[in-house]
């Protein structure tokens, strides 16, 4: 769906979860190529520049939840294309972070643009304190009763890690190419926003490793109570198929064609019989109790 906004300087046209047309109109009346379109589409396509004759393309990545199980956290590319007169936003999900930018911040297309990876360097601080919450959430739930969801939500978040690592860590490296391009940041003004924005994107690099660091103390520490949990079990188990050993054999012993004491009086040898399992069983279970493996 095309959204155009006519501002001083140059047009900006937003292009959110575009369909056929859409790519058909980009390649018509704006002229890109195929070869942008297909980038465009492809969802794990990474920060980068690229110029183009008429334009140049900046593919950057964002901070976005997965709306229809709202517990995914993922990246998704959002697509700039540049020239004199205008700037395009394409992405293949709706980006509510291109909402929050002012008029204000719109005054020239450099100025909008290095907004624009303000707001998305924001955007992943923002995130990563939600799923901080969520990893503290899942660590007290843990504490009261070691279960698979919470597991699997803690193993969420570490894949989540890892693909804001690398969307803050490519995006970084496309605000070093645009401070390096000529003229692109070049009054007082964007200077000091693209110094934020590094700043913000340094930030959020800390964020997540010492974030991903905590959440890789935590795992070691429930695998550490797992393993142990599993040992004292195991431990308990060969304990009893110790202690209930001693029947087997008693009553093994007495079902062989022997003569025993007491063997012709069939009460005399049940009391004898019952008597010496009572007296094993319990000695077994005694030290069992005593060592705590029981």
Known sequence: MFDMEKLKTFSWINIGNPDHEDFEKLQSEYKIDEDTISNILD??????IEHEDDYKVIIVRFPIINRETD?????????IIYSDKRVITVCRKRCD???????????SK???IINIMYYIAESYLRFLKQLNKKVFDSKKALQEKIRKKEIMDLLEVENSYTLY?????GNLSVMDKLEKMRGFVKDEENQDLSEDVRIE????????TSYTKMLASIKET?????NMDSNMYINRLTMWNIILIAPTIVVGYYGMNLNLPFGNSKNAAFIIFVMIMLLLVGYGVFAAVRRKNI
Do not use: Y
């Open 97 to 107: 972070i291109l909402d929050k930018i002012k008029p204000i911040e719109k005054s």
């Open 201 to 208: 994107l340094n930030q959020a690099i800390e964020v997540v």
């Open 71 to 79: 517990t995914v956290w993922h990246t998704e590319p959002l697509s």
């Open 43 to 48: 969802p794990d396509e990474q920060s980068r």
């Open 165 to 169: 690592m690398a969307g803050l860590k």
């Open 222 to 226: 429930f695998e550490s109570v797992i």
């Open 110 to 112: 450099e100025t909008f």
